[in-house]
């Protein structure tokens, strides 16, 4: 006879990893309003509202806009499989733990994949990028990281779009990390694909997947011979978020959408360029903090996003055991480095709700205190 | 200039459609716990914990057990993208618009399909689903839906496990709308892969896809040759949900994984053969009373199930009116018929925590008042 767990208490905790950040508040309360059927029609009236809304969030005007019930790594997959057949080609650029999945999943999708790295930390010049098409001139899509979150590098994707525009090849870009949180705009600049998620700089809790798809790349779209995954076809979900009378697909996930609605009205409220300026303050304030503590941030100065800091471990520093210090003794989770190629590093989000500077002291002085207690950086410093 | 919504203010309502039903207290009050981090050791442990609870409810001691961050219809993609390589044949037991969509999926992945069909509300029979296994002795898969959620009827899936025992044959269950509502023991079954979805007589708001799979589908899945969809990889997600220490996958649900534990806890207190019977007295009840009212109901009554009931419309009432008027007058959800080719029907669902006689009471009162204002039923009756 197993044994019944006990009812769940969670401990509180300000996140400041990669994300999730902390729900904002007004997020979170919606979730206890009245459920309502997937099918109700006034559940059917917030679903034309997120829309408007994530378009805002977007600055997309054309095309689809909708969130898929996924993770950001499904918007990712979604992505792909829409875009690309098998046997086509499709450039990515590499800098981190994302862009080798979006290699993963192009390649399990058949897809012959042509990589362009560069280094942890470092962005991908679009230089080479522009360079592996005139090599490839059949490539079909193009996918770049615009914030790359194992990292804290942020892509200069507006000059890449300039740069691609008026050619065949559709650009994809991972804005898991950079919605709501960076300069974002999917319309100017030339974005086919756009995928994201609801818990990072939305401040929703995770569990959706806002996606963004140009008129073009939804006419390679309506052109495939292949098919696409059921649960992720976006014909099918615009019959169910976009025509009227909305056609069955699956049974959304309703609370998450109206926390998600709640979120996304308070982007749109606190108007996307005051939202980009919280983020880059706070951003700024704790990386220049962090510098000031002779600690070194990974990502190259002039690519570094505000809203998620990737800070080495010293040398003789016990980066596991900070991280739990931090998590135990102060209540503040921050992230390591993801994957085990992976240089040491701590990752510090700064992002949604707890994009401030009181946040970013919040954590500086625990770190501070934590790591008087590590004998190589007390040593050093 | 787009105008900001408002913020939402869903009314109430009695969710008795085919789900979701109203979330349990207990699960929806779990949702405003403090957010922890995906990668969190307190959100680890509670991962085991929802995979103890888990287990429970799908009476399965053996194999992988976890649920998906996915709608039902994921974890039908899911176990036939995982069970099925482009070519291989399947049995398809199909009697409603789910075994139709098992069709659908399994033809997009390339899969050779053996359609066994009954018409809409009988099931499927056993021997057909055997006498084409006889003709296709190579099929590699057999699906049959356990509770069809488009027409109430139910299928003998104990005995169809008893016959496939000691054959090559794997055997999928779609459990959606049968998991902690009616008996369902997938060891002592046989079963090699079930889904269900956790908005239904699980008690959870919509948003996972529980899945169960036998030890001799995770040594087909080992010897696969094809790659499955990255977001829905077993292997992955066993890395993340039970391997330690835990491989980053993907960024959980946090708060779905909070309502969803505290719903199974209530399934494991209450007592899986409790809870049954509780389903069973009331859809028994509104059945009973259903048809002294004169109204026909679809499923054939050997294999009717209790918590969803499809009633049929009587001739020259107007379907559509009617539900209208059930939920804008009573604020009572009840379903109409799914797809273009489904009878005219209204499904009325009792699952989870609206599996009771007072609740079936509200209905069938509300049910009283609405078809009181239909000349063509209020003439019949």
Redesign the interface.
Known sequence: M?Q??S???????L?C?P??C??SP?A?A??????????????LD?LT?VI??L??AYQASGGLVLPL??????GM?AGL?HLLEPGETVIVGVNGFFGR?IV??A??LGADVVRVDADWGQHVPNDRLLEALEQHPGARLMCVVHAETSTGAQHPLAELGAALRGRDVLLMADCVTSLGGVELRVDDWGIDFAYS?S?KCVGA???MSPVAVSDRALARIDARTH?????LDLTLLHDYWIKRPAV?????????I?AL??AL?EV??EGLPARWDRHMDAGRFFQHEVRSRGLQVLAEPDHQLPQLTAVRVPEGVDAKGVQTRM?RQHGI?I?GG??PSAPSMWRIGLMGHNARRDVAERVLSALDAVLTEEPAFAGAA
């Not at 009812?7 to 905790?13: G, N, Y």
């Not at 919606?30 to 559940?43: C, S, T």
């Not at 069955?248 to 998450?256: D, I, N, S, W």
């Open positions: 197993t019944i767990p009812p769940l208490h969670p401990p509180e905790r996140l990893g994300g999730p902390n729900v007004a979170l919606a979730m206890q309003r009245p459920l309502l059927g997937h099918m109700d029609p006034d559940l917030l509202e408007s809304l378009r805002i019930q996924a993770t950001g790594t499904s997959e499989a999945r993963e999943i390649g399990r998620c818990q809790p995770p569990g098919p696409v995954p059921y649960s069955y697909h699956h049974t959304a996930p309703v609370l998450h109206y609605h709640e009205r749109a409220v998590l989770e992230g993801l994957g």
